[in-house]
Structures are given as structure tokens and as C-alpha cells.
């Protein structure tokens, strides 16, 4: 084979090799497949925002709607059941199906806020405190540390009991239990790109300090970040029906699920679907979230693909 010939073969398997290349995506994907747990989990929340937004389509009552005929019915597959109500009713006759439907908006609607609050606020604490280190970073940690010094339930009790009970209060408290979680995530990332060749080699470029901060770094240290994301979506799940079961949450007759657990707790023994059900779907949300975030941890960490 001739020098041109040979040439000719290298520059074609190296073509060759970059079309077969997968792209980021696609390689991501793949990663994330290969937990079977995460697939489901990931199945599992989009069909939960399916449910949320199209509640009032797909429901079959109004949540609020009080049927006086009809207190206490079990599920419909239980002796004593009726057709109507699938999963029976609640002590004031409320169909626990639409109500479950409907509580599905909630749930997921404190979930968001509250982690888009603590994310966007952690993130920029965490980035400030990473980046110019010194007196900064001090004061921030320092902060950290005290809110940290509290226990989340109790801290969370504290601030809805100042703000005064009511949804958008316990989700604004949820928040700030978060927040320290994801400071300390991002300042640690942060930390471990500032060092690196390509962040100092823009220095040397003349970038200024916001470019390096939010262009150059913080692009390349969001993947602990979402996956703490996704954690702690489940967790803002787990807090809301805590304070709501308390009664400091959403309020009745508000369809939210640890409202319903709240409303239900004295009729456990002889009704047990007015407990069951509200419990199951927190269980099968957070558990959904919860296999996801390992998904993601597994396929954004390169160390565990490896």
C-alpha cells in the first residue's frame, strides 16, 4: 500500500469514526437505560403530570362535591361498593378517586416551586461562595451551617408558624429547608472546576467574572446539581404531606394528599381506603423521583460509568 493509499484509509476510518460517534444526548440515554428502575421511575412521573395537568378531564367528580348518600362507600370491588366511586368515598362523601386526581396538581405543583426557589437561590449562593472564596465564602458557609444546626421538619414548622398556615407558606418554608443542600453541592462543584486547565485558560482569554461563573463553570458543574434536583423533589413531596398532615399545609377542603391523610386518620380502622390510597400515591411519587435520581446520578457521574 502506497503512502497516499494509506493516507487515504486512515482519514476514511477516521471519518468513519466520528459519524458512528454518539452524540451527548444519545449517550446519555443509553447510560440512563441501563437502570431499569429509573426507566420505570421516569415513566412512572410523566405519567403523574399527565394526571396533574388534565385533573379536570379526566377526573370523574368534583373533589369538593359532597354526596350525602354515599358516606364511607369502600372501593367498588369491596362488598358494599357502588360503580361511581372506584375508590370508594371519603367521611363526608367526597369520591377519593377525583380527589386523589386532583391532589396529584398540588403535590406536584410544591414539589416545583420549591425546588425551583431553593435551586435558584442555592446556585448562586453555592456559586458566589465557590468562586471568590475569602470573607465571602465564610459569611455563606457560616450561614449554611446555622440553618443546618436545625432539624428540616422543625425549621419548616417554625417558618409556616411565622408566615401562618397555608399552601404557598409551606412551600416557601420547604424551600428554605432545602437551600443549604444545594449551596454546599454547588460550592463543591464549583470548587473542583475552578481549578481546572480550561477555566484558567479563559482567565488568560480575558473573560470577566460573571462569563467565568456562569458560562464557563457552571455549565460544567450542573450534574451533582440535578440530580440533587431530582432528589429533592421527592423530599419537597415528603415535607408538604408532613405539614400538611400537621395541619400547617394546604387546608381543607383542599385535595391535598397529606390533607387527606390528615382528614382521615380517626376512620383507619373501619375505613382503611380513606388512608390507603392518599399514602400509596405519596409512596409510588417519591419512589418514582427517588429511582430517577439514581438514573441520573449513575448517568451523569463518569466515574460510575466507568
Keep these: 500500500m502506497t503512502v497516499t493509499d494509506q493516507e487515504q484509509a486512515e482519514q476514511t476510518a477516521q471519518a ?3 459519524i458512528e460517534q454518539p452524540s451527548p444526548l444519545r449517550q446519555f440515554w443509553s447510560s440512563f437505560r441501563e437502570n431499569h428502575g429509573a426507566v420505570v421511575g421516569l ?16 377526573a370523574p367528580h368534583d373533589p ?4 350525602r348518600d354515599f358516606l364511607l362507600i369502600p372501593p367498588m370491588w369491596q ?7 372506584i375508590f370508594g368515598t371519603d367521611p363526608i362523601g367526597r369520591d377519593m378517586l377525583s380527589r386523589l386526581i386532583h391532589g396529584s396538581r398540588f403535590s406536584l405543583m410544591i414539589g416545583a416551586i420549591s425546588v425551583t426557589l431553593a435551586l435558584f437561590f442555592g446556585v448562586t449562593l453555592g ?5 471568590f472564596r475569602g470573607w465571602v465564602d465564610n459569611l455563606i458557609m457560616r450561614t449554611v451551617d446555622i440553618v443546618m444546626a436545625f432539624p428540616a421538619l422543625l425549621l419548616a414548622l417554625a417558618v409556616v408558624a411565622i408566615l401562618g398556615p397555608s399552601l404557598m407558606n409551606a412551600t416557601i418554608a420547604i424551600a428554605i429547608v432545602a437551600l443549604p443542600q444545594y ?3 454547588t460550592r463543591a462543584a464549583v470548587m473542583g472546576e475552578a481549578a481546572r486547565d480550561y477555566v484558567t485558560a479563559s482567565k488568560t482569554a480575558g473573560a470577566n467574572t460573571l462569563r467565568l461563573m456562569f458560562i464557563t463553570i457552571l455549565p460544567n458543574a450542573m450534574a451533582p446539581i440535578i440530580v440533587q434536583a431530582t432528589l429533592g423533589f421527592s423530599s419537597a413531596i415528603l415535607d408538604a404531606a408532613a405539614l400538611g398532615f400537621l395541619g400547617l399545609g394546604a387546608q381543607p377542603p383542599t385535595p391535598e394528599w397529606g390533607t387527606m391523610l390528615a382528614t382521615a386518620r380517626e376512620f383507619i380502622r373501619r375505613a382503611w381506603w380513606v388512608m390507603t390510597f392518599p399514602g400509596m400515591a405519596i409512596l409510588i411519587t417519591v419512589l418514582a423521583f427517588n429511582l430517577m435520581g439514581d438514573g441520573l446520578r449513575d448517568a451523569l457521574d463518569p466515574r460510575l460509568k466507568e
Design 127 to 131: 456559586l458566589a461562595a465557590g468562586f
Design 16 to 18: 468513519t469514526t466520528e
Design 43 to 58: 415513566f412512572t412521573i410523566i405519567i403523574m403530570i399527565g394526571i396533574a395537568f388534565s385533573a379536570d378531564l379526566i
Design 183 to 185: 449551596i454546599r453541592i
Design 79 to 85: 362488598d358494599g361498593g357502588n360503580s361511581q366511586f
Design 64 to 67: 369538593n362535591q359532597q354526596y
